[in-house]
């Protein structure tokens, strides 16, 4: 998988296609109150290379996808959306790129309010906690600057300070599936951004001077930390949670996105998936209760 997990992007007409048969489906089944969302990666991925003729098409299929769901609408009243996903090393991986593309579609849309009634944004908490942004200002900015957030993906990505044992620890959690981009900060506040894992170990001089690493790889919202070495971002996806409690009803999806199981070091999955997947519901669960939510 590792790129590929990008591909086919919003620049090949097979994204389209699919996405559009998607959102037929969901308009089949008939979501609650006639409104749903599907989720998709943010336009492209930067290591694709993709030309500006080429993202001019990848904006030109994320509207045509938003005109199909205008069509769904009159024809079924089913009130559907198209949740981009900004993502490490995307086309859109942060609050500024976001608000940037939705400027370019709103800019480029056929009708007037196209993009507004049918294109948003799906914040995965594991996502942007790579990013080094604070959860409440990248919601309000994406709220107030046009790119709404339409879901939450409630997830949490490795921390670490680079310590020659941490380092080593993460050497050995790189497997040949899914890509882990790996981010991290310098004492300047400069973001540094690895691709995978193996790469970011090939510049272990540059990795020590920085004050944290931050990597996309999954793991259980419930775990504050997985050893000694290595902890989780789970403090953002605790803010994005107060967030999402101060307007319960503005956003109504949340998903738990742990996909990583397989993977992950052996003395964090000693216990059987279906068990862990319950911990992380029984988790989220109480943690919107404290703040005074109770999903539907």
Known sequence: MKDNV????????????????????????GPPDKVGTVST??????????????LKVMRRNLLACAEH??????????????????EPIGHAENTPEALRLFEQLRAEEPAKGLVDAHLGIAYDTCHFALQYEEAHEAIARLNAGGAPVLKFHLSSALKLKPTEVALARLAKMHEPTYLHQTMGRAQDG?????KDIPLAMAAIDQLRALEELRVHFHVPVNADRLSDELSTTNDHLRAALDVIAKAPGACR??????????VLPPEVRAADVADMIAEEYRWTLA??????????
Request: charged residues 30%; glycine residues 6%; aromatic residues 12%.
């Open 6 to 29: 990008f591909a086919p992007d919003w620049c090949e007409a097979p994204r389209l296609e699919y996405t559009n048969r998607l959102f037929d489906l969901l308009a089949a089944f």
């Open 41 to 54: 990666l943010p336009g492209s991925f930067k290591g694709f290379g993709r030309t500006a003729d080429e």
């Open 69 to 86: 769901l205008a069509r769904l609408r009159d024809r079924t009243g089913m009130h559907l959306r198209l949740a981009l996903e900004p």
């Open 190 to 194: 400069s973001i540094v951004r690895f």
């Open 253 to 262: 999806e949340l998903e738990i996105e742990t996909y990583t199981w397989e």
């Open 287 to 296: 943690e919107l209760a404290q703040r005074g939510v109770k999903p539907l």
